[in-house]
């Protein structure tokens, strides 16, 4: 059961509120922090800390959408900054550990790594393969050179099959 707030629910207008989402894209701007930003436009605003952060999530939506480059091409520039930062500037550890994880999180690396041995796990015995049809027994084979090559982080051979 929620309990009632000690404010009343208070609207704010169409104008603030696009005073408001310009305010937190000047501030995002800046590389403000979101606490930094929710404690000023709350206190300013007279909203609640949620509230603020539903305005940060809705900017940095729009400012993704005002991009003019295309995405993958903004993600690539960011990767070649870090990869340029690390390559020529005296970086203290800490700074190159941090640029490592960025550039990890825009590869998609930073995913947890599966078990290995879940991952192989096929329930396949010798009296499976035996009982499989041709047609089936190629199957599994697809997938478990599939998996194999994924957890490798190696490509599939694509193998040409000739016509019978």
């Known amino acids: 059961m929620t309990t009632p707030s000690s404010q009343p629910r208070t609207r704010i207008s169409r104008e603030?509120?696009?005073?408001?989402?310009?305010a937190i894209k000047t501030l995002l701007g800046l590389h403000k922090h979101p606490s930094d930003i929710k404690r000023v436009i709350s206190k300013e605003?007279?909203?609640s800390p949620r509230s603020v952060e539903r305005y940060i999530t809705r900017a940095r939506r729009e400012m993704v959408e005002s991009l003019t480059i295309p995405f993958e091409e903004l993600r690539a520039?960011?990767?070649q900054y870090y990869l340029y930062?690390?390559?020529?500037?005296?970086l203290s550890e800490r700074e190159q550990i941090r640029c490592r994880e960025r550039m990890d999180k825009l590869l998609g690396l930073d995913c947890p790594s599966q078990n290995?041995?879940?991952?192989?796990t096929h329930n396949l015995t010798p009296e499976k393969?035996?009982?499989m049809s041709d047609e089936e027994l190629d199957a599994t084979r697809e997938v478990i050179l599939k998996d194999y090559y994924r957890g490798t982080g190696q490509s599939y051979p694509k193998c040409?099959?000739?016509p019978t």
């Not at 603030?16 to 310009?22: A, E, I, V």
């Not at 930062?85 to 005296?90: P, S």
């Not at 290995?116 to 192989?120: G, M, Q």
């Open 129 to 131: 393969i035996r009982n």
């Open 77 to 79: 520039q960011s990767f």
């Open 160 to 162: 040409e099959t000739s």
């Open 45 to 47: 605003y007279q909203l």
């Open 116 to 120: 290995k041995r879940k991952r192989w």
């Open 85 to 90: 930062k690390l390559n020529n500037a005296n």
């Open 16 to 22: 603030q509120r696009h005073q408001l989402l310009q």
